[in-house]
């Protein structure tokens, strides 16, 4: 348990909040609050409120719920990539099931949060998101390399020579980076990763924030070579 | 542009051909400008019969001055009178030998004739005996020395006359026909010019008369081995056969017009004379194919006539010596042949009328036929003067066009059906993939109903055991009280545990068990993280289980999961060790969690009530065809499961 003396020389995280459930949106208020490193920025209900909040001072940790009474918290998700670039935005969800956090990710989302999780474990893991760390599950991790793969197959002509890969063209996960995935998908927690690879638990993390922004770049390529496939936009 | 261009040189494809031809056609005949003026048309004669005892060999001078000075007046072209015999015949009779006439012709050449080397034209003498004649008195030209030839008639008159030393110009042509008295002489009107100025004449005669003739019959021959080989793979298609027989009959009887054989009594003979009858009988039988009428008395008639013809004519019986007394025999058998002819194609015309536009085709065919052969006939008998032509040449052309244009049509008939097969196939084609894409469709959609309530049985059977039965006895704890909140706390967790499981289960982990068993290990991580528990991660690669998909995923989910449950809730076990294994013989996988916990007694465990999930272990490790087991001692406890690589029957 970090006292409080350990931290004070830190900025504060700011924190949003985008939920319907009250219960939980309770919960974790409190739970932020109760940290004394946290700052709870702002707090909204529904998707209306959500798009309202992001015309406000940016906070550094905006946790979204997918299922908002007004529409879809990806819509919160995606005005926030814009409006407030450098927040890292976790998306709070039951099951932490596939569909959901792959959408989430490629929206802009760098993590989700379990909401059966402890109140110690969801401030580990927005403190975690905040210092530029990502959760990511077995499942996840398959998907993640899958979608690659298929990016890879679809783009492998036009790769870049490595060094000069820039953002806007095709992004292609590194040795290290798709070894993590492999190390999750057997099954391996970060600590044994970090073990394995030589690494500290949190370089692996934010080894798997890395991914998460390339798979953003990479599903946004894809939706271009798919919209060309198409015919929606011109070569 | 590219169809336009291709009908642009189709069209001049066909007009260079044509001009082709055209061009050497007209080279061929072509007379020189000055033709007329280089040549001489003789057309005055007199002549003069002597009668005879058997063939002589003329002299080599004769002078028309020292024959007797009986002559009589002629205008070229003539057929001459047949005067009564000077001799009486008892008298030839004893002398064993034939009678024979000869008659001399004299053409007297007035005019200017060109200089140069001079030849004579002219179309034909038309004489049984030998011909010889004079220019100047001197012999000048020989033919038909032993007689008449088949192809006599057929063949222009076209020799030289060599200039002699002092012989003077040209006054005098004089020809000596011997012949049989019975049959009359004819001479056409006779040219005397330049070779250059007469060659054109004498060619197209040539040509018309005789070459194209001849070579229409040999392309009708080659056109009938044709069809006879189609006939040899298409043995049940007769009219192929038919039409090479027709070809090979209209040969022989056509070839008659071009050798140059003599005239005398023998089979070439039997098969000139009777080939015309046995053709007409062959397109009266095709001709009853096509308009479908059998006609039987005109077909017995026929029939009838050409047998008894042909029969009679038998060289080796020699009942009919239609050879060679040819100007008695041959203009009778003509006219028999031109009166069947004639029925064969009146009858064929009645029958077809409406009925069949192919026995309409061969009918006028046949007509045509007639016409051609009763040119012959007026020919042979004097009717019409010798320069006409010997039509009856292209009754072989007439019989070749006609079924050549049957065959053409049925070619671009068969060409035509053959395209409507194809493009009604392809239609056929089209709509049977329709049919089939919707019954695929069909098909698809029963199978996607069926997973859909078999999923749904699934998912309502494992709520109704699991979650449903958690929910009810959390529900009563409330409700009866005593029970901590932290106890119905804990209840509900299990709840979402199970539900997570039940959600894991259908997230797509591509047949792979190891990402499966690190779904559930990330699913269990909360457990471990507040225990003192250690657990130890050692699997190895798996063989991709290709039956797994989300009902066997969830047995064992939930087998692998009731085993760790077990382990935090009955033993005191601070380490966890979760291993995975390849068969050595390859046949399965295996999933071993030790644990070093203070063990238990299988047996008594299964024996027990509490045993419940053990069994339930047992029954879901058989519903995807595998096995649990268990060993256990002071030390701790050993579960493995072993899952096949291959299933038997794919689970329902």
Known sequence: MPSISDIPALPAIHVAIVEDDPGFRDALSKAVQASPDMQLASMAGTRAEGLAMLQGPPADVLLVDLGLPDGSGIDVIVAAVAQWPSCNIMVSTTFGDETHVMRSIEAGAAGYLLKDSSPAKMIDEIRSLASGGSPISPIIARQVLARFRGAAATTAPAAPAPGTASADQVAILSVREKEVLDYITRGFTAQEIAKLMQLSPFTVRTFVRRIYSKLKVTSKTEAIYEARTLGLLPD | MKIFSSRLFANALLAVSVMLLVAVGAWYVQGDGEAASASLHLTQADWQDADGHGFSAPVPVMNSHDLPSRWQHAALPSALPLAPSLLPSPESAAAGEKAVRTTWIKVPVTGALPAGPLVLYGIRI???????????????????????????????????????????????????????????????????????????????????????????????????????????????????????????????????????????????????????????????????????????????????????????????????????????????????????????????????????????????????????????????????????????????????????????????????????????????????????????????????????????????????????????????????????????????????????????????????????????????????????????????????????????????????????????????????????????????????????????????????????????????????????????????TRFTLWLPLMRKIAAV
């Open chain 2, 126 to 636: 038309k004489t049984d005996g030998t011909v010889a004649a004079y220019a100047n008195g001197r012999l000048a030209y020989r033919t038909q020395q032993r007689g008449q030839l088949w192809n006599s008639l057929f063949t222009p008159l076209w020799f030289t006359l060599d200039e002699h030393d002092g012989a003077g110009p040209l006054k005098e042509i004089l020809i000596r026909v011997e012949h049989a008295p019975e049959t009359p002489v004819g001479l056409s009107s006779l040219w005397v010019g330049t070779a250059e100025a007469l060659r054109g004449r004498y060619y197209l005669r040539q040509w018309l008369q005789r070459e194209l003739p001849a070579t229409l019959s040999a392309a009708f021959m080659v056109v009938g081995i044709f069809a006879l080989f189609v006939w040899f793979r298409r043995r049940h298609e007769m009219r192929y056969l038919l039409f090479f027989n027709l070809a090979a009959v209209s040969f022989v009887g056509h070839l008659h017009y071009y050798v140059s054989l003599p005239i005398v009594t023998d089979w070439f003979a039997w098969l000139t004379s009777n080939a015309l009858l046995w053709l007409l009988t062959v397109v009266h039988l095709f001709l009853r194919q096509l308009h479908g009428r059998p006609l039987t008395w005109l077909t017995w008639t026929l029939v009838g006539v050409t047998l008894v013809a042909s029969v009679l004519s038998i060289p080796a019986l020699g009942i009919l010596p239609v050879y060679p007394s040819t100007s008695l025999l041959v203009p009778f058998m003509y006219a028999v042949t031109v009166l069947m002819g004639v029925l064969v194609c009146t009858m064929g015309a009645k029958a077809s009328w409406r009925r069949s536009r192919e026995g309409m085709l061969l009918t006028i065919g046949v007509g045509v036929a007639v016409l051609l052969g009763m040119s012959d006939w007026l020919l042979h008998n004097n009717v019409v003067n010798p320069e006409g032509w010997f039509l009856g040449a292209y009754t072989n052309a007439v019989t070749f066009a006609m079924f050549g244009g049957l065959m053409y049509r049925r070619y671009i008939d068969a060409i035509t059906e053959v395209e409507q097969i194809n493009a009604s196939l392809a239609q056929r084609l089209q709509a049977r993939e329709a049919e089939l894409e919707i019954s695929h469709r069909l098909l698809r959609e029963a199978a996607l109903r069926q997973t859909i309530s078999e999923e749904r049985q699934r998912l309502m059977q494992d709520m109704h055991d699991g979650l449903g039965s958690s929910l009810i006895s959390a529900i009563r704890s409330v409700e009866h009280g005593g029970v901590s909140d932290a106890k119905v706390s804990q209840i509900l967790k299990d709840c979402l545990d199970d539900l997570k499981l039940t959600i894991d289960s259908m997230e797509p982990v591509e047949a792979d068990l190891l990402l499966l068993l690190a779904t559930l290990r990330f699913r269990l991580e909360p457990r471990f993280e507040g225990s003192n528990i250690t657990l130890v991660w050692d699997v190895q690669e798996l063989p991709t289980l290709a039956w797994l998909e989300p009902s066997s995923a969830l047995h064992i989910l939930r087998i692998v999961q009731e085993s760790i449950a077990n382990i935090l809730r009955h033993t005191r076990a601070d380490r966890i060790r979760v291993s995975t294994a390849r068969d050595e013989d390859g046949g399965g996988v295996s999933v071993t969690i030790e644990d070093n916990g203070q063990g238990f007694d299988i047996g008594k465990a299964l024996d027990s009530a509490a045993g419940r999930g053990l069994h339930n272990q047992q029954r879901r490790a058989k519903a995807v065809d595998g096995r649990v087991s268990w060993s256990s001692d002071a030390g701790g």
